[in-house]
Nanobody, 122 residues
């Protein structure tokens, strides 16, 4: 059983930056993939980024490529999402997820955090 807790969300002006953290606890596995998703009101859940815990391979959604960076700190069992050049369109609840496979689909992730709100003002 794995628990994920996101933090770092908040209010930021367009063009600003935020760094989200996702701390994992419980029976973690180094073979898991970790991902970030977001969901805005009235919109579908959107893939943001994913990382393979063991290899560190990463992938990004088209809307955030070049602006967001996913990384991990194995010693802290924590995954980060560095968000730069934020846009109002980035406003959403951001969720951290973990699963047994490396995927950009939320349906393949097993564990989810509670979400953290990111609001970008124009």
């Amino acid at each position: 059983q794995v628990q994920l807790v996101e933090s770092g969300g908040g209010l930021v002006q367009a063009g600003g930056s935020l760094r989200l953290s996702c701390a994992a606890s419980g029976r973690t596995s180094s073979n898991y993939a970790m991902g970030w998703f977001r969901q805005a009101p009235g919109k579908e859940r959107e893939f943001i980024a994913a990382i393979s815990w063991s290899r560190g391979s990463t992938s990004y959604g088209d809307s955030v490529k070049g602006r967001f960076t996913i990384s991990r700190d194995s010693a802290k069992d924590t995954v980060y999402l560095q968000m730069n050049s934020l846009k109002p369109e980035d406003t959403a609840v951001y969720y951290c997820a973990a699963g047994p496979s490396y995927s950009n689909s939320w349906r393949f992730y097993t564990y989810w955090g509670q979400g953290t709100q990111v609001t970008v003002s124009s």
